[in-house]
């Protein structure tokens, strides 16, 4: 599928990640930080789902009978723990590169994941709709995340839930998001990230609410260099950090 005319696609941003995409599954590679975070980007991602939609997390299939999309999938780090929880899946992206990627590992998983190349536009106005959309480090790279909000929460059923994460945008996160992560650690090319792209918790929960959705939650992704780990925690917002929000009316699930 290809984009709508009217998109919030940043050519510029999608060449970044189609240059590392091959690189998906490598634990030690260019996304060697999203394989450290993800497994605590999976357990607020479980508690937010279990929590709308009454679900018990120790269920043989938790997610079933719910639709989810993963929206910029990349390789599908989230988009096959969902699957294996039994939610029909959804992974679309902008970067072409990334979509053959994620079949071929899905395939060699034995999970039957639907990707596609698209954008949260184009799927709107096909009018596709899901329980929940995971928007996990995607809204910094955008061009314009109020119209890139507004199309997910297009893709919402009513009660549905959005878990959103991106990158605060002060000080401490220019010194560990672009200095230490893309020049001292050298755990993503350099220029992987515009600082000026980030955005502020407060500022999110604007972009939500205008977008018409209601933001029920936050919390940060902290990273222990000490324990060489990431926590989520109640207070620290300063770096990485996550958003919980729904979609006024009846929860569909």
């Known amino acids: 599928m290809s984009a709508t005319q009217e998109t919030t696609v940043d050519d510029s941003e999608i060449a970044k990640f189609e240059a590392m995409a091959a690189e998906w599954w490598d634990p030690h590679g260019k996304f060697k930080p999203l ?35 993963d929206i910029g999938c990349g390789g599908g780090l989230l988009s096959e723990p969902m699957a294996r929880l039994g939610a029909e899946v959804v992974g679309a992206d902008a970067a072409a590169r990334n979509i053959p990627v994620a079949r071929i590992h899905a395939e060699q998983s034995g999970l039957n994941i639907d990707y596609r190349h698209t954008t949260a536009e184009a799927l709107a106005e096909a009018g596709e709709r899901f329980d929940v959309v995971l928007n996990m480090e995607v809204v910094e790279h ?111 699930g």
């Open 35 to 69: 394989h450290m975070l993800n497994p605590t980007r999976l357990d607020y991602i479980i508690d937010q789902i279990c929590a709308e939609f009454g679900r018990d997390p120790k269920a043989r299939a938790p997610f079933a009978g719910l639709r989810i999309l």
């Open 142 to 252: 955008v061009a314009d995340p109020l119209v890139y909000l507004a199309a997910c929460q297009q893709l919402l059923k009513p009660g549905g839930l959005m878990v959103c994460s991106t990158l605060n945008r002060n000080p401490k996160s220019y010194m560990m998001a672009i200095i230490g992560a893309e020049h001292v650690m050298r755990w993503l090319p350099k220029g992987t990230h515009d600082w000026k792209k980030f955005i502020t918790p407060d500022e999110l929960f604007d972009l939500l609410r205008k977008a018409g959705l209601d933001p029920v939650d936050r919390k940060g992704f902290v990273f222990n260099p000490v324990a060489w780990s990431w926590r989520i925690s109640d207070r620290d917002l300063s770096v990485n950090y996550v958003t919980a929000s729904i979609k006024p009316g009846s929860v569909g």
